[in-house]
Nanobody, 123 residues
Framework: QMQLVESGGGLVQPGGSLRLSCAAS????????IGWFRQAPGKEREGVSC????????NYLDSVKGRFTISGDNAENTVYLQMNNLEPEDTAVYYC????????????????WGQGTQVTVSS
């Protein structure tokens, strides 16, 4: 059974940090790409970051570059999103999603999704 479970969301003040986790089960992350997506109230879902299987290459949404870092631990079958210097605009439900091999920007090409974890950045 192919499953993804996000955790680590919560309420944080602007400038604070959170680390999100995406735990995979039923498949190995060794050859899968994991993307992080988010959906804020009243906005479309957008890709935040992604890490590719195999070569481990990464990419980021322009607005989070320098603040967010994606990493993977294949031994634990878990991908992390370290979020630093959080801004109110980062408030959203964050989802992780998986597809074979490499990252692509289109959501439709990620067949497996987690249930999401809420991140709220507010003073």
């Amino acid at each position: 059974q192919m499953q993804l479970v996000e955790s680590g969301g919560g309420l944080v003040q602007p400038g604070g940090s959170l680390r999100l986790s995406c735990a995979a089960s039923g498949f190995s992350l060794d050859y899968y790409a994991i993307g992080w997506f988010r959906q804020a109230p009243g906005k479309e879902r957008e890709g935040v970051s992604c890490i590719s299987g195999g070569d481990g290459s990464t990419n980021y949404l322009d607005s989070v570059k320098g603040r967010f870092t994606i990493s993977g631990d294949n031994a634990e079958n878990t991908v992390y999103l370290q979020m630093n210097n959080l801004e109110p605009e980062d408030t959203a439900v964050y989802y992780c999603a998986a597809r074979s091999a490499f990252c692509v920007p289109q959501e439709a090409f990620y067949p497996a999704w987690g249930q999401g974890t809420q991140v709220t950045v507010s003073s």
